[in-house]
């Protein structure tokens, strides 16, 4: 029996890939955290929302390969784990 995960070199499954375009589509911003974007399943998603013109923040605590789409002002070079918990708090989503 295999988890249900996607180890490196390993490929998303169709629907998860249209499900995540889906929500990319339907969103006002993207907020990518706690990945560099390696992956091209995952850089694909920020290249779609800063081609259709969509802000686009990054929370990560390395580069990412999605740093040149996104204005510095809007990636945060800090553990994610530090981060969202501040970032809802300040949103008012319960933790």
């Known amino acids: 029996m295999m988890p249900n995960?996607?180890?490196?070199?390993g490929s998303l499954q169709p629907e998860v890939?249209?499900?995540a375009q889906a929500l990319v589509d339907s969103a006002n911003a993207l907020l990518i955290a706690g990945t560099s974007c390696q992956v091209f399943s995952a850089f694909r998603l920020v290249q779609v929302a800063h081609r259709s013109g969509k802000p686009v923040a990054i929370v990560n605590v390395g580069p990412t390969r999605a740093d040149n789409l996104v204005p510095e002002e809007w990636r945060f070079l800090v553990r994610t784990g530090e981060a969202l918990p501040q970032l809802c708090?300040?949103?008012g989503i319960p933790l």
């Open 5 to 9: 995960v996607i180890f490196f070199g």
């Open 89 to 91: 708090q300040r949103l």
């Open 17 to 19: 890939k249209e499900n």
